[in-house]
């Protein structure tokens, strides 16, 4: 089992920044693909970006490309969404994802997810 607890959110005004945390417990993450989710009021939750586990390759949403980056730190067993430049449609709240395929991850079917944490851009 992995537990994940996310961390970061909060309250930013529109062109602002903030960088998410995703601790894992239980196991290292350093096998799982990561990722990041996000749900906003009344939408469908929706994928934002995701790592692989050996490669450290990246992928992101169109929406979110050349604004937001995913990383890793194994030893800390941790994964980050560093956000930029952050808009009034980026409010949601961010869930990180792990399952040993990246696959799963990308697709929404990862084993592992957290709770979630707000973010807020106000305009």
């Known amino acids: 089992q992995v537990q994940l607890v996310e961390s970061g959110g909060g309250l930013v005004q529109a062109g602002g920044s903030l960088r998410l945390s995703c601790a894992a417990s239980?196991?290292?993450?350093?096998?799982?693909?990561m990722g990041w989710f996000r749900q906003a009021p009344g939408k469908e939750r929706e994928f934002v970006a995701a790592?692989?586990?050996?490669?450290?390759?990246?992928y992101y949403a169109d929406s979110v490309k050349g604004r937001f980056t995913i990383s890793r730190d194994n030893a800390k067993n941790t994964a980050y969404l560093q956000m930029n430049n952050l808009a009034p449609e980026d409010t949601a709240v961010y869930y990180c994802?792990?399952?040993?395929?990246?696959?799963?991850?990308?697709?929404?079917?990862?084993?592992?997810w957290g709770q979630g944490t707000q973010v807020t851009v106000s305009s």
């Open positions: 994802a792990a399952d040993y395929s990246r696959p799963a991850v990308v697709g929404g079917r990862g084993d592992y």
């Open positions: 239980g196991r290292t993450i350093s096998r799982y693909a």
């Open positions: 790592i692989s586990s050996y490669t450290g390759r990246t």
